[in-house]
């Protein structure tokens, strides 16, 4: 079965780090994506990891463990447009196959 | 360059009629996905267009659902007829080419049925 993990809800400060957990089970594996979707908007594309370790761009990073089906979306010196849900996605590991398996979303709330 | 772009944005229709949702990807993928997202869940794969040729429906909930893709541009998704767990925000997507290329998403068309 295909199952993804995250929290529903999370809080920080304006300038802070905030740390978005994602746990993945699924039956295939071909890359992993985080996504920011502002309320009545399109997700937009953060970061793809498809093999084990950390990618960084500017406030953004992303961590990922293939082996323990974890990864982390790090968002650092927070702004209030940084306020938004965040939704991690696993794609099917299947050749030709490229569908998205997604989490319900952490819709994060940054605070002044 | 013109992003995912769908048509309508919101769409209000009674139980049993039918509704054509409409999808222009980014020109030039080959690739088009529809997804949807009913109230408090997660937004659920339906079907992946290559071009005009269906390579995954198995998210397509039953045969009231009809997507098409004449020409391999732009994408229909017919909901005949509609009923009232057909109500969400359908996402469409659309990425270049083979391999792991990024899925690059419209901002919804939100179904009402009533």
């Known amino acids: 079965g295909q199952n993804i993990d995250q929290p529903t809800e999370m809080t920080a400060t304006e300038g802070a780090i905030v740390q978005i957990n994602c746990t993945y089970q699924t039956s295939g594996f071909n890359g992993l994506f985080w996504y920011q979707q502002h309320a009545g908007e399109a997700p937009t594309f953060l970061s793809y990891n498809v093999l084990d370790g950390l990618e960084e761009k500017g406030r953004f990073s992303s961590f990922l463990s293939r082996s323990k089906g974890y990864s982390y979306l790090l968002l650092k010196e927070l702004q209030m447009k940084d306020s938004a849900s965040y939704l991690c996605a696993v794609r099917d590991g299947r050749t030709g196959f490229q569908k998205l398996v997604f989490g319900t979303g952490t819709r994060l709330l940054v605070s002044p | 360059e013109a992003g995912v772009t769908q048509f309508p944005s919101h769409s209000v229709i009674e139980k049993g009629q039918t509704v054509t949702l409409r999808c222009d990807p980014i020109?030039?993928?080959?690739?088009l996905y529809w997804y949807r997202r009913v109230m408090g869940k997660e937004i659920k794969f339906l079907l992946h267009?290559?071009?005009?040729?269906?390579?995954?429906e198995s998210g397509m909930p039953n045969n009231r659902f009809l997507a098409e893709r004449t020409g391999g541009t732009y994408s229909t998704l017919k909901v005949q007829p509609a009923e009232l767990e057909d109500s969400g925000v359908y996402f469409c997507a659309s990425s270049q080419g083979q391999g792991r290329d990024t899925q690059y998403f419209g901002p919804g068309t939100r179904l009402t049925v009533l």
């Open positions: 267009f290559v071009k005009e040729s269906k390579q995954d």
């Open positions: 020109s030039g993928h080959d690739n």
